[in-house]
Each structure stands twice: as C-alpha cells, then as structure tokens.
Nanobody, 125 residues
Framework: QVQLAESGGGLVQAGGSLRLSCVAS?????????MGWFRQAPGKEREFVAA????????IYADSVKGRFTISRDNAKNTGYLQMSSLKPEDTATYYC?????????????????WGQGTQVTVSS
C-alpha cells in the first residue's frame, strides 16, 4: 500500500497561482507508478484533473485545465506536483492525488489504488 500526503492548498484570488505537492511513501518502485490529480467540489462527483505516467513519459489533462495546470514529478523525492495558474472560481474544490500500480495513465477514478486525504483549494472572485 502506498501512502500519499498532499499539501499546498489555500485561498487565492482569481488569476492567481498555487502549487500542490504530493509525497508518496510505503512501497518501492513508486517511480514506476502513474500518478493522478483529481478534484471534488461540494455536491459534485470527483473528477479527473491531470495524470503523469511513471518516468513522465505520458501526460494528460482534463480539457478544463489544459494550458493552465502543469503536472510533474520528482522521482528522486517520490513527490508529484500540480502547478495551477490562472485560477478561476470554478477551480474551487478539494484536490486529491492518487497512484495506480502500473506505468500507464488513466482518467478514471476507479483506475487508481491509493489516495491522499486531499487539500482544499479556494479561488475567490
């Protein structure tokens, strides 16, 4: 089992930026696993934001964040990042990182095995 811990959330004005971090621990070869970011707003289902494959070979984004968010990872630190820029009020949500025990990326919530506890991002207008 992989343990994940997100950080970096907060309150920001529209147009601002935040960088979320996700530290993974608990299993070897984490660098081989794909990592994803998801978000969930109150009353809504959890939705895909971005994902990066092991060794950063493949990266995918939701259309709603493409061009504004950048996903990356530092395998030496077992850490993933989500750089968020040009934030909008509709980006307000709890953001979760997740890991799946395979190299390839997925947009599906049920495609991931381990989840962090989430970090709140609030964008004011």
């Amino acid at each position: 089992q992989v343990q994940l811990a997100e950080s970096g959330g907060g309150l920001v004005q529209a147009g601002g930026s935040l960088r979320l971090s996700c530290v993974a621990s608990g299993r070897t070869f984490i660098s081989s696993y794909a990592m994803g970011w998801f978000r969930q707003a109150p009353g809504k289902e959890r939705e895909f934001v971005a994902a990066i494959s092991g060794r950063s070979v493949s990266i995918i984004y939701a259309d709603s964040v493409k061009g504004r968010f950048t996903i990356s990872r530092d395998n030496a630190k077992n850490t993933g990042y989500l750089q968020m820029s040009s934030l909008k009020p509709e980006d307000t949500a709890t953001y979760y990182c997740a890991v799946r025990g395979t190299f390839s990326v997925s947009r599906a919530v049920n495609g991931y095995d381990s989840w962090g506890q989430g970090t709140q991002v609030t964008v004011s207008s």
